[in-house]
């Protein structure tokens, strides 16, 4: 088992199998009730919401001193930020179209968007954004995907995906692809029930699968989970907690070798037919290596309680959790060494302003 930077009450164990969680907070500051729980379990990262907004210099703050509960290696800041109406920020921060309205203009458009994001992301300490979508939005019905997908297409929503993780890379920030192996041809949203993808295992390879092949080659550090079952796949268990989805095709047939993170395990697709520890042991016995617990931070504490109680019992492997430890490290270090200073005026400036502006008159 690695060690673990944590405080003198927590075990090494316990320090890395907390790090594989990211946790939610509930205001725009940092409570003394999460402050109290990452000295009890040290996550390895939060997810903002639109709750934890404010001004720039506000939310600089916030993660700053998100930063400073562990300054050998800071807690990664995370948030969902695609354009549209996955959005969690308010003015002046530039709320550019979806991604469909983006890509309709081309790459340099799809690049110059994704720039200014980043760097807007970027002044405000963000380290990690949930994002490019490598959905393809090939079913009009689906009432969660939609524009947030860059094309209806697979090569096409994969060029176009691609050209927004190489700015947002390039700007030092740490991306996230999703939803593996593909959430745009549900007819359900995840948030709310567990959509069934039928499609047979040929046509998730010519469609599905070919932004997340792409996305690999290139090197994407990170790629989320759909909270979808594919019978094709694996009959009983969504792709999160499913290893032959994640372990079998994943990182064995398409070779992935980066992190590997749930969508928010609170969603009903998953929570409606597990609980928060059994839901996390079978994440990680499946090949998670990152676990999103965005609301609730009793179901963080109870998964990784549960998590512990499954390594002590033989349920999972110490091997597994250090391999998974090591990955999210890793990640954390790269973005240690990406992080640059990027000022306030960043945000919301006339550039970003005028190109917004131009990408809406044009889709009228």
């Known amino acids: 088992m690695p060690s673990a930077r944590s405080g003198p009450r927590v075990s090494a164990l316990r320090a890395a199998v907390a790090r594989l969680f990211f946790a939610g907070i509930p205001t725009t500051t940092l409570d003394d009730a999460t402050i109290a729980l990452h000295a009890e379990m040290p996550f390895g990262g939060v997810v903002l919401f639109r709750h934890n907004g404010g001004e720039p210099a506000a939310m600089r703050r916030l993660t700053d001193a998100i930063h400073r509960l562990d300054p050998q290696l800071p807690p990664l800041v995370a948030i969902d930020h695609e354009g549209g109406r996955v959005h969690r920020l308010d003015p002046p921060f530039t709320r550019f179209p979806p991604p469909a309205v983006v890509a309709a203009h081309g790459a340099p458009a799809v690049r110059a968007v994704a720039a200014a994001m980043a760097r807007e992301l970027a002044a405000i300490g963000i380290d990690l954004t949930f994002a490019p979508v490598l959905d393809v939005a090939s079913n009009p019905a689906n009432p969660v995907i939609g524009d947030r997908a860059f094309a209806t297409e697979p090569e096409a929503a994969a060029a176009l995906a691609l050209a927004a993780f190489r700015a947002t890379r390039a700007a030092g920030l740490l991306t996230c692809g999703k939803h593996f192996p593909g959430h745009g041809d549900t007819a359900a949203d995840s948030h709310l029930e567990l959509p069934i993808v039928e ?4 046509e998730l390879t010519r469609t599905e699968l070919v932004p997340f092949r792409r996305a690999i080659a290139a090197g994407i550090p990170m790629l989320m989970s759909a909270h979808v079952l594919y019978p094709a796949l694996d009959r009983d268990r969504p792709a999160t ?3 032959a989805i994640l372990t079998g095709l994943l990182r064995r047939h398409l070779g992935f070798r980066g992190v590997v993170c ?3 395990l609170e969603m009903r697709a998953i929570a409606d037919h597990y609980g928060p520890g059994e839901a996390a042991v ?12 965005c609301h609730r931070q009793d179901d963080l504490r109870t998964a990784i309680t549960a998590v512990e109680r499954a390594l002590a019992e033989g349920r999972l492997d110490e091997r597994r959790i250090a391999a998974s430890h090591r990955r999210v490290v890793a990640l954390a270090h790269w973005r240690a ?9 960043s945000i919301g400036t006339r550039a970003h302003r005028h190109l917004d502006a131009t990408l809406r008159a044009d889709a009228q």
Not at 199 to 202: A, D, E, G, P, Q
Not at 282 to 293: E, N
Request: hydrophobic share 40%; net charge positive.
């Open 337 to 345: 060494r990406h992080r640059r200073s990027v000022p306030l005026s």
């Open 262 to 264: 749930t969508d928010d």
């Open 199 to 202: 499609k047979t295992r040929r």
């Open 241 to 243: 907690l499913s290893p």
């Open 282 to 293: 079978a994440a990680i016995a499946a090949g998670v290596d990152l676990l999103l617990y």
